[in-house]
């Protein structure tokens, strides 16, 4: 399905539709980001995604809405106390997230509290430090959903492996962090740029730049 176009030739917010495996997780978002053009191939995308990395897409936090299965996603209790300030807290049944900025925003608890896996960047090194980002899990099957970060509460990056709905098809990838990545993992064939760390476009930026932005 192509991108939808309003009448006035402008591209119109995308819902997309996602589940686990397992079928035990279904939910849906809306998206300005939608194509799966770039490819993170460090190795906590390689290790939770599985083979050469993962590719996620830009979503609005708000508008993520577990449809099934909220109380399968996985629950790691553990890496709780290590959140920096930075970290939710529960208020009324929400969480009020506070930006550097000062400005804030409260998401509904039951989509984000607790139901995450912070990964552990750089483990068994001097530089070892557990990531803002959480992603999350069915516990079921452990199929990756989508990955939040509280340092940009506002949106939400599902995985394009968790997507349902046909997604656009990028004209080019953007692999990045294959720095990190092994010799025998070799990246997608055809146009691509290719970066020993991250690109110099967000995902924003990236699909502004080629048109393909949904406004
Ligand atoms: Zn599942
Ligand atoms: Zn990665």
Redesign the pocket.
């Known amino acids: 399905m192509p991108i939808q176009h309003s009448k006035s030739n402008r591209l119109t917010p995308r819902k997309l539709e996602g589940s686990?495996?397992?079928?035990?997780?279904e939910f849906t978002l809306q998206s300005h980001t939608p194509v799966p053009y770039q490819l993170c191939t460090c190795s906590i995308c390689r290790k939770l995604g599985g083979y050469i990395g993962a590719v996620n897409l830009g979503g609005i936090a708000e508008s993520l809405h577990i449809t099934k299965?909220k109380d399968?996603i996985k629950y790691d209790p553990t890496h709780s106390v290590h959140l920096p300030p930075l970290a939710p807290t529960r208020a009324c049944g929400s969480i009020h997230l506070t930006r550097n900025s000062g400005t804030s925003m409260s998401i509904p608890s039951t989509d984000f509290v607790s139901r995450k896996y912070s990964a552990i960047k750089n483990r068994g090194t001097a530089d070892e430090e557990v990531c803002s980002s959480e992603r999350n899990f069915?516990?079921?099957?452990?199929?990756m959903l989508w990955l939040w970060d509280r340092q940009w509460p506002e949106l939400i990056h599902p995985f394009a492996s968790a997507i349902d709905t046909e997604l656009p098809v990028p004209d080019e990838m953007v692999c990045v962090m294959v720095g990190s990545k092994p010799a025998w993992a070799r990246l997608p064939e055809g146009k691509k740029s290719v970066h020993e760390l991250y690109g110099e476009d967000s995902i924003e930026q990236w699909h502004k730049r080629h048109g393909l932005f949904v406004e």
Do not use: I
């Not at 686990?20 to 997780?25: A, L, N, P, R, T």
């Not at 069915?138 to 199929?143: E, I, P, R, Y």
């Open positions: 686990c495996q397992c079928g035990s997780v299965g399968m069915c516990s079921n099957c452990s199929t």
